[in-house]
């Protein structure tokens, strides 16, 4: 599954990317945005058509309404986090566990403050989401994060990326 789309060139990328490793795989892509998922359906509709591919306008705290529990093995998504408070945040992996199958796995990249540096990066990062871009975005600490992680019971392991505040992660239900 592959959690908040953004555009059709995410999906196409993924759909190549999980079909290379299983030609029968079942994917589903979600997203909230009107505009994402009309392009990315035409994508799938013209480029992947006899393929078992389900892309679906849906809150991603909503999975449990037609994703059946423990039925997906991988959640994939990238700079997605950031759209949820730690409210929400913790209701997304309540999400993610109960669809997720033992030993499923969830991976992404995303923005993590480390130290106060960090913070002020995050601080501006959402003021220019505000401000130009017209959205809400938050700043979560690589420690509350991680402490979330755990609460949540995954186990996982974490890498630095080229951007210094990005920081990938890969997650697994046990």
Known sequence: MLCGVGNEATADE???FVTGKNKNAKIIII????????AVRKLVGAKY????IIVKKINALELDSFIKKHSIDWIETDGFLEYFDQR???LLFAQW?????????ITFRDSFSKNKFDEL?????VWIAREWLGVTVFSHSKKFF???????G??????????????RYTLIKT
């Not at 997203?31 to 009309?38: M, Y």
């Open 14 to 16: 993924f759909i190549k």
């Open 31 to 38: 997203d909230i945005g009107d505009e994402q998922i009309r």
């Open 49 to 52: 058509s006899p393929l078992d």
């Open 88 to 90: 929400h945040l913790r």
């Open 97 to 105: 566990k109960n669809v997720l199958a033992e030993g499923g796995v």
């Open 121 to 125: 990066i995050g601080s501006f990062r």
């Open 146 to 152: 991680e402490n979330l992680i755990e609460l949540s």
């Open 154 to 167: 995954f186990n996982y392991c974490a890498e630095p990326t080229l951007l210094p505040t990005f920081i």
